[in-house]
Protein backbone atom coordinates (compact mmCIF):
# COMPACT_ATOMS: atom_id res chain seq x y z
CA UNK A 1 0.00 0.00 0.00
CA UNK A 2 1.35 3.59 -1.19
CA UNK A 3 0.83 6.31 1.36
CA UNK A 4 0.90 10.49 0.68
CA UNK A 5 0.78 11.85 4.20
CA UNK A 6 -0.40 15.41 4.65
CA UNK A 7 1.64 16.68 7.87
CA UNK A 8 4.75 15.89 9.26
CA UNK A 9 4.11 17.31 13.07
CA UNK A 10 3.96 15.26 16.26
CA UNK A 11 1.09 12.53 15.26
CA UNK A 12 2.44 12.49 11.65
CA UNK A 13 5.92 11.80 12.31
CA UNK A 14 4.98 8.98 15.03
CA UNK A 15 2.63 7.74 12.11
CA UNK A 16 5.32 7.58 9.36
CA UNK A 17 7.74 6.04 11.84
CA UNK A 18 5.03 3.14 12.13
CA UNK A 19 3.86 2.98 8.66
CA UNK A 20 7.22 2.29 7.67
CA UNK A 21 7.71 -0.28 10.91
CA UNK A 22 4.85 -1.82 9.15
CA UNK A 23 6.23 -2.40 5.55
CA UNK A 24 4.06 0.71 4.16
CA UNK A 25 5.82 2.77 1.39
CA UNK A 26 5.35 6.74 1.82
CA UNK A 27 6.04 7.99 -1.00
CA UNK A 28 5.50 11.71 -0.72
CA UNK A 29 5.56 13.97 2.59
CA UNK A 30 3.72 17.25 2.46
CA UNK A 31 4.36 20.12 5.32
CA UNK A 32 3.79 23.85 4.95
CA UNK A 33 7.23 23.66 5.89
CA UNK A 34 9.54 22.32 3.56
CA UNK A 35 12.60 21.74 5.81
CA UNK A 36 9.60 19.34 8.17
CA UNK A 37 9.11 17.53 5.06
CA UNK A 38 12.69 16.69 4.08
CA UNK A 39 13.51 15.48 8.02
CA UNK A 40 10.66 13.39 8.06
CA UNK A 41 11.06 12.43 4.33
CA UNK A 42 14.78 11.41 5.23
CA UNK A 43 13.88 9.12 7.70
CA UNK A 44 11.16 7.46 5.92
CA UNK A 45 12.74 7.43 2.00
CA UNK A 46 9.84 9.39 0.43
CA UNK A 47 9.89 12.25 -1.46
CA UNK A 48 9.36 15.89 0.13
CA UNK A 49 7.42 18.59 -0.95
CA UNK A 50 5.39 22.12 0.13
CA UNK A 51 3.29 22.58 -2.80
CA UNK A 52 -0.04 20.29 -2.06
CA UNK A 53 -1.00 21.16 -5.34
CA UNK A 54 1.46 19.12 -7.16
CA UNK A 55 1.66 16.24 -5.00
CA UNK A 56 1.95 12.39 -6.73
CA UNK A 57 -1.29 11.42 -7.23
CA UNK A 58 -1.00 7.50 -7.71
CA UNK A 59 -1.11 6.15 -3.99
CA UNK A 60 -3.53 4.75 -2.41
CA UNK A 61 -4.25 5.91 0.91
CA UNK A 62 -3.95 9.51 1.35
CA UNK A 63 -3.48 10.72 5.19
CA UNK A 64 -4.32 14.69 6.78
CA UNK A 65 -2.09 14.77 10.00
CA UNK A 66 -2.37 18.68 10.22
CA UNK A 67 -4.12 21.14 12.81
CA UNK A 68 -7.63 21.84 12.69
CA UNK A 69 -7.45 24.99 11.29
CA UNK A 70 -5.64 24.14 8.31
CA UNK A 71 -7.25 20.62 7.67
CA UNK A 72 -10.18 22.35 5.18
CA UNK A 73 -8.18 24.32 3.29
CA UNK A 74 -5.64 21.44 2.43
CA UNK A 75 -8.12 18.98 1.78
CA UNK A 76 -9.57 21.82 -1.45
CA UNK A 77 -5.98 21.98 -2.63
CA UNK A 78 -4.81 18.25 -2.98
CA UNK A 79 -5.97 17.23 -6.26
CA UNK A 80 -8.87 14.89 -6.85
CA UNK A 81 -8.24 11.13 -7.32
CA UNK A 82 -9.33 7.85 -6.60
CA UNK A 83 -7.45 6.88 -3.39
CA UNK A 84 -9.08 6.58 0.22
CA UNK A 85 -8.58 9.99 2.28
CA UNK A 86 -8.04 9.80 6.19
CA UNK A 87 -7.64 12.69 8.45
CA UNK A 88 -6.80 12.18 11.77
CA UNK A 89 -8.71 14.59 13.96
CA UNK A 90 -10.20 14.17 17.01
CA UNK A 91 -13.53 16.82 16.67
CA UNK A 92 -13.86 17.46 13.22
CA UNK A 93 -16.62 14.89 11.39
CA UNK A 94 -15.51 12.42 8.84
CA UNK A 95 -17.59 13.98 6.13
CA UNK A 96 -15.05 17.22 6.12
CA UNK A 97 -13.73 15.10 2.90
CA UNK A 98 -17.07 13.89 1.41
CA UNK A 99 -17.01 16.93 -1.61
CA UNK A 100 -13.52 15.88 -2.73
CA UNK A 101 -13.90 11.72 -2.67
CA UNK A 102 -16.09 9.08 -2.67
CA UNK A 103 -13.77 6.81 -0.15
CA UNK A 104 -13.22 8.70 3.28
CA UNK A 105 -12.70 8.39 6.85
CA UNK A 106 -11.15 9.00 10.02
CA UNK A 107 -8.31 6.96 11.93
CA UNK A 108 -7.65 8.68 15.41
CA UNK A 109 -5.59 7.63 17.61
CA UNK A 110 -5.74 8.47 21.38
CA UNK A 111 -2.22 9.59 22.30
CA UNK A 112 -0.06 12.32 23.36
CA UNK A 113 2.79 12.29 20.20
CA UNK A 114 5.96 14.45 20.52
CA UNK A 115 8.29 14.15 17.58
CA UNK A 116 11.48 13.03 19.78
CA UNK A 117 9.60 10.51 21.76
CA UNK A 118 8.52 6.98 20.25
CA UNK A 119 5.49 5.72 22.26
CA UNK A 120 4.53 1.66 21.83
CA UNK A 121 1.69 1.71 19.03
CA UNK A 122 0.32 -1.37 19.74
CA UNK A 123 -1.18 -0.06 22.57
CA UNK A 124 -2.71 2.62 21.47
CA UNK A 125 -6.62 2.85 21.22
CA UNK A 126 -7.24 3.79 17.55
CA UNK A 127 -10.72 5.17 16.83
CA UNK A 128 -11.82 4.76 13.08
CA UNK A 129 -14.51 5.50 10.66
CA UNK A 130 -15.68 5.45 7.10
CA UNK A 131 -17.97 6.75 4.95
CA UNK A 132 -19.24 3.19 4.26
CA UNK A 133 -19.33 0.10 5.67
CA UNK A 134 -16.90 -1.16 3.23
CA UNK A 135 -14.29 1.43 3.42
CA UNK A 136 -14.70 1.05 7.41
CA UNK A 137 -13.34 -2.20 7.01
CA UNK A 138 -10.39 -1.17 4.98
CA UNK A 139 -9.67 1.31 7.44
CA UNK A 140 -10.46 -0.93 10.02
CA UNK A 141 -7.83 -3.69 9.39
CA UNK A 142 -5.17 -1.16 8.16
CA UNK A 143 -5.53 0.13 11.77
CA UNK A 144 -4.94 -2.95 12.73
CA UNK A 145 -1.72 -2.97 11.43
CA UNK A 146 -0.86 -0.26 13.65
CA UNK A 147 -2.31 -1.25 16.75
CA UNK A 148 -4.17 -3.88 18.58
CA UNK A 149 -6.97 -2.07 19.65
CA UNK A 150 -9.39 -0.82 16.94
CA UNK A 151 -12.63 0.74 17.36
CA UNK A 152 -15.04 1.58 14.82
CA UNK A 153 -16.64 4.91 16.20
CA UNK A 154 -19.15 7.81 14.73
CA UNK A 155 -17.76 11.55 14.29
CA UNK A 156 -20.38 12.18 17.18
CA UNK A 157 -19.13 10.13 19.87
CA UNK A 158 -15.35 10.78 18.75
CA UNK A 159 -15.88 14.57 19.86
CA UNK A 160 -16.71 13.00 23.50
CA UNK A 161 -13.44 10.90 22.82
CA UNK A 162 -11.87 14.16 22.03
CA UNK A 163 -12.91 16.44 25.09
CA UNK A 164 -12.19 13.76 27.68
CA UNK A 165 -8.58 13.80 26.43
CA UNK A 166 -8.56 17.17 26.71
CA UNK A 167 -9.23 17.15 30.82
CA UNK A 168 -7.17 13.67 31.35
CA UNK A 169 -3.89 14.67 28.96
CA UNK A 170 -3.77 18.38 28.23
CA UNK A 171 -5.40 19.71 31.59
CA UNK A 172 -3.25 17.34 33.55
CA UNK A 173 -0.40 18.34 32.06
CA UNK A 174 -1.62 21.96 33.16
CA UNK A 175 -1.42 20.68 36.57
CA UNK A 176 2.31 19.83 36.72
CA UNK A 177 3.02 23.04 35.31
CA UNK A 178 1.26 24.71 38.36
CA UNK A 179 2.81 22.42 40.79
CA UNK A 180 6.57 22.80 38.74
CA UNK A 181 5.80 26.41 39.35
CA UNK A 182 4.91 26.27 42.92
CA UNK A 183 8.16 24.35 43.47
CA UNK A 184 10.62 26.20 41.21
CA UNK A 185 9.92 29.59 43.56
CA UNK A 186 10.84 27.40 46.62
CA UNK A 187 14.28 26.46 44.71
CA UNK A 188 12.93 22.54 45.06
CA UNK A 189 13.29 20.33 42.18
CA UNK A 190 10.32 18.88 40.13
CA UNK A 191 11.59 15.03 39.83
CA UNK A 192 10.31 14.75 43.88
CA UNK A 193 7.06 14.75 42.55
CA UNK A 194 7.46 12.53 39.55
CA UNK A 195 6.60 8.94 42.09
CA UNK A 196 3.50 10.58 42.76
CA UNK A 197 2.34 11.23 39.42
CA UNK A 198 3.44 8.11 38.48
CA UNK A 199 1.38 6.28 41.16
CA UNK A 200 -1.91 8.91 40.91
CA UNK A 201 -1.68 7.57 37.16
CA UNK A 202 -1.34 3.70 38.01
CA UNK A 203 -4.46 4.02 40.75
CA UNK A 204 -6.90 4.88 38.01
CA UNK A 205 -6.11 1.38 36.26
CA UNK A 206 -7.75 -0.33 39.70
CA UNK A 207 -9.33 2.32 41.16
CA UNK A 208 -12.32 4.61 39.34
CA UNK A 209 -10.95 7.99 39.33
CA UNK A 210 -14.25 8.93 41.74
CA UNK A 211 -12.96 6.65 44.65
CA UNK A 212 -9.22 7.45 43.83
CA UNK A 213 -9.95 10.91 45.24
CA UNK A 214 -7.33 12.46 48.38
CA UNK A 215 -6.69 15.51 49.33
CA UNK A 216 -8.49 18.22 51.28
CA UNK A 217 -11.19 19.17 49.08
CA UNK A 218 -12.78 15.60 49.54
CA UNK A 219 -14.28 16.75 52.90
CA UNK A 220 -13.56 20.39 51.96
CA UNK A 221 -11.12 20.60 54.79
CA UNK A 222 -11.88 24.70 55.15
CA UNK A 223 -8.68 24.94 57.06
CA UNK A 224 -6.20 23.41 55.25
CA UNK A 225 -8.26 24.73 51.56
CA UNK A 226 -7.76 28.53 52.98
CA UNK A 227 -3.89 28.07 53.95
CA UNK A 228 -3.33 26.83 50.89
CA UNK A 229 -4.48 29.63 49.00
CA UNK A 230 -2.68 31.99 51.21
CA UNK A 231 -0.20 30.61 49.94
CA UNK A 232 -0.90 31.17 45.81
CA UNK A 233 0.07 34.50 44.70
CA UNK A 234 -1.01 34.15 40.76
CA UNK A 235 -4.96 35.31 40.91
CA UNK A 236 -5.84 32.76 37.72
CA UNK A 237 -4.05 29.53 39.87
CA UNK A 238 -5.69 30.80 42.56
CA UNK A 239 -9.36 30.40 41.38
CA UNK A 240 -8.14 27.45 39.27
CA UNK A 241 -7.65 25.85 43.10
CA UNK A 242 -10.79 27.25 44.37
CA UNK A 243 -12.86 26.13 41.39
CA UNK A 244 -11.73 22.02 41.30
CA UNK A 245 -11.67 22.09 44.81
CA UNK A 246 -15.39 23.20 45.14
CA UNK A 247 -16.06 21.18 42.20
CA UNK A 248 -13.90 17.61 43.99
CA UNK A 249 -16.60 18.33 46.77
CA UNK A 250 -19.24 18.67 44.94
CA UNK A 251 -18.71 15.53 42.44
CA UNK A 252 -17.15 13.29 45.50
CA UNK A 253 -20.17 13.57 47.73
CA UNK A 254 -22.71 12.93 44.82
CA UNK A 255 -21.70 9.33 44.70
CA UNK B 1 13.48 0.65 68.30
CA UNK B 2 9.51 0.07 69.35
CA UNK B 3 7.28 2.46 67.52
CA UNK B 4 3.02 3.64 68.66
CA UNK B 5 1.07 4.44 65.68
CA UNK B 6 -1.35 7.40 66.13
CA UNK B 7 -4.03 6.78 63.23
CA UNK B 8 -4.78 3.71 60.91
CA UNK B 9 -5.90 5.26 58.04
CA UNK B 10 -4.13 5.22 54.20
CA UNK B 11 -0.74 6.17 55.08
CA UNK B 12 -0.39 5.03 58.85
CA UNK B 13 -1.04 1.85 57.58
CA UNK B 14 1.14 1.76 54.00
CA UNK B 15 3.94 2.97 57.42
CA UNK B 16 2.80 0.34 59.73
CA UNK B 17 3.73 -2.49 56.82
CA UNK B 18 6.88 -1.12 56.00
CA UNK B 19 7.55 -0.79 59.11
CA UNK B 20 7.29 -4.51 60.15
CA UNK B 21 8.61 -4.88 56.96
CA UNK B 22 12.17 -3.01 58.01
CA UNK B 23 12.19 -4.91 61.63
CA UNK B 24 10.56 -2.48 63.59
CA UNK B 25 8.31 -3.26 66.83
CA UNK B 26 4.96 -1.73 66.51
CA UNK B 27 3.57 -2.11 70.14
CA UNK B 28 0.41 -0.30 69.85
CA UNK B 29 -1.76 1.40 67.31
CA UNK B 30 -4.38 3.42 68.36
CA UNK B 31 -7.54 4.62 66.05
CA UNK B 32 -10.69 6.74 66.94
CA UNK B 33 -12.58 3.44 65.29
CA UNK B 34 -11.55 0.71 67.45
CA UNK B 35 -11.62 -1.74 63.97
CA UNK B 36 -9.45 0.26 62.02
CA UNK B 37 -7.38 -0.06 64.64
CA UNK B 38 -7.54 -3.72 65.24
CA UNK B 39 -7.26 -4.62 61.53
CA UNK B 40 -3.91 -2.72 61.23
CA UNK B 41 -2.69 -4.02 64.40
CA UNK B 42 -3.70 -7.97 63.44
CA UNK B 43 -1.33 -7.57 60.29
CA UNK B 44 0.91 -5.83 62.50
CA UNK B 45 1.28 -7.49 65.41
CA UNK B 46 0.69 -5.08 67.77
CA UNK B 47 -2.39 -4.08 70.57
CA UNK B 48 -4.91 -1.82 69.32
CA UNK B 49 -7.00 1.04 71.09
CA UNK B 50 -9.28 3.54 70.10
CA UNK B 51 -8.30 5.55 73.66
CA UNK B 52 -5.61 7.71 73.57
CA UNK B 53 -5.12 8.43 76.96
CA UNK B 54 -4.14 4.89 78.07
CA UNK B 55 -1.70 4.55 75.36
CA UNK B 56 1.53 2.69 76.58
CA UNK B 57 4.05 4.67 77.51
CA UNK B 58 7.46 2.70 77.09
CA UNK B 59 7.55 3.55 72.87
CA UNK B 60 10.60 5.08 71.36
CA UNK B 61 8.70 6.80 68.80
CA UNK B 62 5.92 8.04 68.16
CA UNK B 63 4.15 8.71 65.10
CA UNK B 64 1.01 11.23 64.45
CA UNK B 65 -0.58 9.79 60.91
CA UNK B 66 -4.03 11.34 61.52
CA UNK B 67 -6.18 14.11 59.77
CA UNK B 68 -4.88 17.34 59.62
CA UNK B 69 -8.61 18.26 61.85
CA UNK B 70 -8.13 16.01 64.83
CA UNK B 71 -4.11 16.01 65.21
CA UNK B 72 -3.56 18.79 67.86
CA UNK B 73 -6.24 17.39 70.07
CA UNK B 74 -4.78 13.94 69.92
CA UNK B 75 -1.20 15.64 70.41
CA UNK B 76 -2.95 16.81 73.88
CA UNK B 77 -4.39 13.86 75.31
CA UNK B 78 -1.38 11.80 74.31
CA UNK B 79 0.24 11.44 77.65
CA UNK B 80 3.50 12.96 77.93
CA UNK B 81 6.80 10.93 78.04
CA UNK B 82 10.28 11.09 76.81
CA UNK B 83 10.16 9.67 73.25
CA UNK B 84 10.44 10.91 69.89
CA UNK B 85 7.02 12.45 68.52
CA UNK B 86 6.89 12.84 64.90
CA UNK B 87 3.55 14.02 62.39
CA UNK B 88 3.14 13.37 58.94
CA UNK B 89 1.07 16.06 58.02
CA UNK B 90 2.40 18.18 54.95
CA UNK B 91 0.96 21.41 56.05
CA UNK B 92 1.37 21.64 59.71
CA UNK B 93 4.41 22.78 61.38
CA UNK B 94 6.60 20.55 63.36
CA UNK B 95 6.41 22.65 66.27
CA UNK B 96 2.51 22.23 66.80
CA UNK B 97 4.49 19.21 69.15
CA UNK B 98 6.81 21.86 70.72
CA UNK B 99 4.54 22.49 74.15
CA UNK B 100 4.10 18.60 74.52
CA UNK B 101 7.64 17.00 74.04
CA UNK B 102 11.42 17.89 74.04
CA UNK B 103 12.34 15.59 71.03
CA UNK B 104 9.88 15.99 67.90
CA UNK B 105 9.58 16.23 64.33
CA UNK B 106 8.24 15.43 61.10
CA UNK B 107 8.28 12.90 58.64
CA UNK B 108 6.67 13.52 55.13
CA UNK B 109 6.35 10.81 52.42
CA UNK B 110 5.00 12.62 49.81
CA UNK B 111 2.88 10.31 47.66
CA UNK B 112 -1.07 8.98 47.61
CA UNK B 113 -1.66 6.08 49.89
CA UNK B 114 -4.87 3.58 49.33
CA UNK B 115 -5.16 1.08 51.82
CA UNK B 116 -5.25 -1.68 49.64
CA UNK B 117 -2.76 -0.55 47.40
CA UNK B 118 0.68 -1.29 48.15
CA UNK B 119 3.23 0.93 46.88
CA UNK B 120 7.43 0.91 46.61
CA UNK B 121 8.14 2.92 49.53
CA UNK B 122 11.94 2.61 48.37
CA UNK B 123 11.35 5.13 45.84
CA UNK B 124 9.05 7.45 48.06
CA UNK B 125 10.45 11.54 48.63
CA UNK B 126 10.45 11.62 52.49
CA UNK B 127 10.80 15.04 53.90
CA UNK B 128 12.25 15.35 57.31
CA UNK B 129 12.88 17.81 59.89
CA UNK B 130 13.43 17.56 63.54
CA UNK B 131 13.50 20.20 66.44
CA UNK B 132 17.00 20.54 66.81
CA UNK B 133 20.34 18.94 64.63
CA UNK B 134 20.23 16.01 66.38
CA UNK B 135 17.32 14.71 66.45
CA UNK B 136 16.78 15.68 63.15
CA UNK B 137 19.49 13.35 62.79
CA UNK B 138 18.15 10.46 64.12
CA UNK B 139 14.60 10.90 62.19
CA UNK B 140 17.14 11.37 58.81
CA UNK B 141 18.54 7.79 59.75
CA UNK B 142 15.22 6.18 60.73
CA UNK B 143 13.41 7.63 57.22
CA UNK B 144 16.54 6.42 55.58
CA UNK B 145 15.35 2.83 56.56
CA UNK B 146 12.21 3.42 54.60
CA UNK B 147 13.47 5.14 51.68
CA UNK B 148 16.44 5.96 49.57
CA UNK B 149 15.17 9.27 48.40
CA UNK B 150 15.20 11.35 52.03
CA UNK B 151 15.62 15.23 52.46
CA UNK B 152 15.93 17.50 55.24
CA UNK B 153 13.12 20.05 54.77
CA UNK B 154 11.82 22.86 57.07
CA UNK B 155 7.83 23.31 57.87
CA UNK B 156 7.85 26.62 56.03
CA UNK B 157 8.81 24.84 52.34
CA UNK B 158 6.86 21.73 52.99
CA UNK B 159 3.87 23.50 52.84
CA UNK B 160 4.88 24.53 49.25
CA UNK B 161 5.52 20.49 48.83
CA UNK B 162 1.99 19.67 49.94
CA UNK B 163 0.43 22.63 47.47
CA UNK B 164 2.28 21.22 44.54
CA UNK B 165 1.05 17.74 45.72
CA UNK B 166 -2.60 18.78 45.71
CA UNK B 167 -2.52 19.96 42.17
CA UNK B 168 -0.18 16.58 40.92
CA UNK B 169 -2.48 14.52 42.42
CA UNK B 170 -5.76 15.66 43.87
CA UNK B 171 -6.52 17.93 40.48
CA UNK B 172 -5.42 15.42 38.20
CA UNK B 173 -7.51 12.80 39.62
CA UNK B 174 -10.24 15.57 39.20
CA UNK B 175 -9.32 15.84 35.76
CA UNK B 176 -9.46 12.12 35.29
CA UNK B 177 -13.09 11.97 37.07
CA UNK B 178 -14.37 14.37 34.99
CA UNK B 179 -12.59 12.62 31.69
CA UNK B 180 -14.14 9.56 32.66
CA UNK B 181 -17.54 11.09 33.67
CA UNK B 182 -17.63 12.23 29.83
CA UNK B 183 -17.29 9.29 28.17
CA UNK B 184 -19.35 7.44 30.49
CA UNK B 185 -22.21 9.24 29.60
CA UNK B 186 -21.67 8.54 26.19
CA UNK B 187 -21.13 4.30 27.16
CA UNK B 188 -17.24 4.62 26.20
CA UNK B 189 -15.37 2.85 28.99
CA UNK B 190 -12.63 4.68 30.77
CA UNK B 191 -9.88 2.21 29.86
CA UNK B 192 -9.40 3.84 26.75
CA UNK B 193 -8.04 6.80 27.94
CA UNK B 194 -5.04 4.62 30.06
CA UNK B 195 -2.50 4.66 27.80
CA UNK B 196 -2.61 8.47 27.18
CA UNK B 197 -2.55 8.99 30.59
CA UNK B 198 0.27 6.51 31.60
CA UNK B 199 2.31 8.61 28.30
CA UNK B 200 1.24 12.09 29.83
CA UNK B 201 2.59 11.49 33.18
CA UNK B 202 5.80 9.12 31.72
CA UNK B 203 6.91 12.86 29.56
CA UNK B 204 7.08 14.78 32.40
CA UNK B 205 9.67 12.38 33.55
CA UNK B 206 12.14 13.39 30.38
CA UNK B 207 10.28 17.31 28.95
CA UNK B 208 9.38 19.82 31.84
CA UNK B 209 5.84 20.24 31.73
CA UNK B 210 5.79 23.91 30.62
CA UNK B 211 7.39 21.99 26.96
CA UNK B 212 5.34 19.14 26.76
CA UNK B 213 1.92 21.19 27.12
CA UNK B 214 -0.15 19.79 23.81
CA UNK B 215 -3.71 20.95 22.67
CA UNK B 216 -5.95 23.23 21.27
CA UNK B 217 -5.77 25.69 24.50
CA UNK B 218 -1.86 26.22 23.67
CA UNK B 219 -2.57 28.14 20.69
CA UNK B 220 -5.80 29.19 21.82
CA UNK B 221 -7.60 27.36 18.95
CA UNK B 222 -10.88 29.49 19.47
CA UNK B 223 -12.53 26.75 16.85
CA UNK B 224 -11.98 23.69 18.89
CA UNK B 225 -12.24 25.45 22.07
CA UNK B 226 -16.07 26.59 21.61
CA UNK B 227 -17.27 23.55 20.14
CA UNK B 228 -16.14 21.58 23.02
CA UNK B 229 -17.29 24.03 25.52
CA UNK B 230 -21.08 23.33 23.84
CA UNK B 231 -20.63 19.92 24.78
CA UNK B 232 -20.42 20.51 28.06
CA UNK B 233 -23.20 21.10 29.98
CA UNK B 234 -22.36 21.04 33.68
CA UNK B 235 -21.48 24.80 34.66
CA UNK B 236 -18.75 24.16 37.06
CA UNK B 237 -16.85 21.83 34.55
CA UNK B 238 -17.83 24.24 31.77
CA UNK B 239 -16.07 27.44 33.93
CA UNK B 240 -13.07 24.33 34.60
CA UNK B 241 -12.65 24.14 31.39
CA UNK B 242 -12.44 27.67 30.45
CA UNK B 243 -10.00 28.80 33.65
CA UNK B 244 -7.17 25.96 32.18
CA UNK B 245 -7.79 26.83 28.73
CA UNK B 246 -6.81 30.40 29.22
CA UNK B 247 -4.44 29.95 31.78
CA UNK B 248 -2.27 27.21 29.86
CA UNK B 249 -2.62 29.78 27.03
CA UNK B 250 -1.07 32.37 29.28
CA UNK B 251 1.61 30.29 30.75
CA UNK B 252 2.91 28.52 27.92
CA UNK B 253 3.29 31.96 25.60
CA UNK B 254 5.06 33.42 28.39
CA UNK B 255 7.69 31.18 27.72
Redesign the interface.
Do not use: R, W
Given at each position: MNVVLIGAA?LATNLAKELIKKKFNIIEIYSRSLKSAQELAAITNAKATNEIETISTNADLYIFSV???VLSDLIDKLPHNNAIWLHTAG?IPADVLKNKVDKYGVIYP???F?KN?S?DFN???IFVEGNNSDIESIIYSFAQKLSS?V?KLSSE?R?????????????????????????E??G?P?D??????????L????????D??????VRY?K??IE??LN??EDT??K???K??S???H??NNKK
Open positions: NKDSSLQTSKVNIPKYKKYIHLSAVFACNFTNHMYTIANNILQEIFVLLPLIDETAKVHSISPIAQTGPADNVKQLINTEIYLIKNIKI
